[in-house]
């Protein structure tokens, strides 16, 4: 008989339901261990890709605290008192006719709906994202946001990888839309 060893994985990252790309697993306590250190102390950095509606500045830092305004409701917001969230964004090409932007995002922090929250609170929500008020479903069905790299310290080799995942059909179909 052929049966699989089973184990128990534990994710050292999540992704908000309905974006796309790279999530974390841990095979073992000793690497869950490992790698939850890394993300407390902001080792494993992350990259994402968004469309996000209207025209950016070039770059910018968001740097405001991420809450839940009503612990009823899933949606977060920009708050006093809420956890410290950082996000880094950069324009990587502007759609002017259309009114949209592709931005890559790096997170400092890690905070639920973090990148959704801050680009909304600027004024440019994620295409797709009806949560945070970036709908158009002519375009795409989800939120277009994309997790495309993560780069850390393998726990038990100690070796630097960087792990991408190229940015999925839908999103490459907007883009193509858009252009």
Same mark, same amino acid.
């Given at each position: &008989? ?7 994985? !534990?994710?050292?990252?999540? /992704? ?8 974390? /697993?841990?095979?073992?306590? +000793? ?8 993300? #407390?102390?902001?080792?494993?950095? $992350? *990259? +994402? ?18 809450? &839940?305004?009503?612990? *009823?409701?899933?949606? &977060? ?10 996000? %880094? +964004?950069?324009? !990587?090409? !502007?759609?002017? @006719? ?12 890690? $905070?639920?709906? @973090?990148?959704?929250? %801050? ?19 002519? /375009? ?5 946001? %994309? ?12 070796? @630097? ?14 883009? !193509? $839309?858009? #252009?």
């Amino acid at each position: &008989r052929n049966e699989a060893t089973p184990f128990v994985f !534990r994710a050292v990252n999540r /992704l908000d339901r309905d974006t796309s790309g790279l999530v974390l /697993l841990a095979k073992n306590p +000793y690497s869950s261990c490992v790698l939850s250190d890394a993300v #407390k102390d902001h080792t494993i950095h $992350r *990259e +994402y890709a968004a469309i996000v509606s209207g025209k950016t500045d070039a770059s910018g830092t968001i740097d405001l605290p991420i809450g &839940r305004p009503d612990p *009823e409701n899933v949606a &977060r917001g920009v708050m006093e008192g809420g956890a410290p969230s950082v996000t %880094h +964004y950069t324009v !990587r090409e !502007r759609f002017l @006719q259309s009114g949209y932007t592709l931005v890559e995002l790096l997170l400092e922090t890690g $905070r639920t709906h @973090q990148i959704r929250v %801050h680009m909304s609170h600027i004024g440019h929500p994620v295409l797709g994202d009806w949560l945070y008020g970036g709908v158009n479903i002519d /375009l795409i069905e989800r939120q277009a946001l %994309h997790a495309a790299s993560l780069t850390f310290t393998h726990p038990i080799t100690k070796e @630097q990888l960087t792990l991408t995942a190229p940015v999925p059909e839908d999103m490459q179909n907007v883009l !193509r $839309r858009l #252009k």
